[in-house]
T-cell receptor
Framework: DTEVTQTPKHLVMGMTNKKSLKCEQH?????MYWYKQKAKKPPELMFV???????INESVPSRFSPECPNSSLLNLHLHALQPEDSALYLC????????????FGPGTRLTVT | GESVGLHLPTLSVQEGDNSIINCAYS??????FIWYKQESGKGPQFIID?????DKRQGQRVTVLLNKTVKHLSLQIAATQPGDSAVYFC???????????FGPGTRLSVLP
């Protein structure tokens, strides 16, 4: 199984809502990533979890809160988002340190109204 | 030919021709590079990688060239096919860390 799954595929939320994005992989990878991608732009790294510990936070606003409940799951909790946060949110995983082939999921298309 | 649109450069090639996609990277200390392909509605897909101690690496129908002197990376696709139509990103990495920085991307359009 070389697949990273993400749910939901699409999400529309108001600025006062709380929602969560989910990501799952069963490849035994120990590093998991969240990226944000705006239209016609490259992915931008948000967070990296390595061995279930947050290792990189790219100065992301606190309205985005990542969580790694176990080595297969990665969540991104959303609260009080702004319309400019509307984007494609991509999850990726890789084997771990010194193995950098990242497998990406299809993303969650988020629209904040 | 190649054109630079408002946000995303586009390269149009005839089916069967070879494609060359270019990338200028920003950090002279970067020592590992990856090319990704992103089709519409999908996440990026790994194509090929190269480390800074190499200047060329070949895969199936793809070749990556690295010129560290001018901080330039290129992806060559042989006998381009309609299924190669996508946006291609280069990504650079420093010290084999986990922080990859993606280039702006190039849209490849294959003409019948």
């Amino acid at each position: 199984d070389t697949e990273v799954t993400q749910t939901p595929k699409h999400l529309v939320m108001g600025m006062t809502n709380k929602k969560s994005l989910k990501c799952e992989q069963h490849m035994g990878h120990r590093a998991m990533y969240w990226y944000k991608q705006k239209a016609k732009k490259p992915p931008e790294l948000m967070f990296v979890y390595s061995y279930e510990k947050l290792s990189i936070n790219e100065s992301v606003p606190s309205r985005f809160s990542p969580e790694c409940p176990n080595s297969s799951l990665l969540n991104l909790h959303l609260h009080a988002l702004q319309p400019e946060d509307s984007a494609l949110y991509l999850c990726a995983s890789s084997q771990g340190e010194r193995s950098y082939e990242q497998y990406f999921g299809p993303g969650t298309r988020l629209t904040v109204t | 030919g190649e054109s630079v649109g408002l946000h995303l450069p586009t390269l149009s090639v005839q089916e069967g021709d070879n494609s060359i996609i270019n990338c200028a990277y920003s950090n002279s200390a970067s020592d590992y590079f990856i090319w990704y392909k992103q089709e519409s509605g999908k996440g990026p897909q790994f194509i090929i990688d190269i480390r800074s101690n190499m200047d060329k690496r070949q895969g199936q129908r793809v070749t990556v060239l690295l010129n560290k002197t001018v901080k330039h990376l290129s992806l060559q696709i042989a006998a381009t096919q309609p299924g190669d139509s996508a946006v291609y990103f280069c990504a650079e990495n420093k010290n084999y860390g986990q922080n990859f920085v993606f280039g702006p991307g190039t849209r490849l359009s294959v003409l019948p």
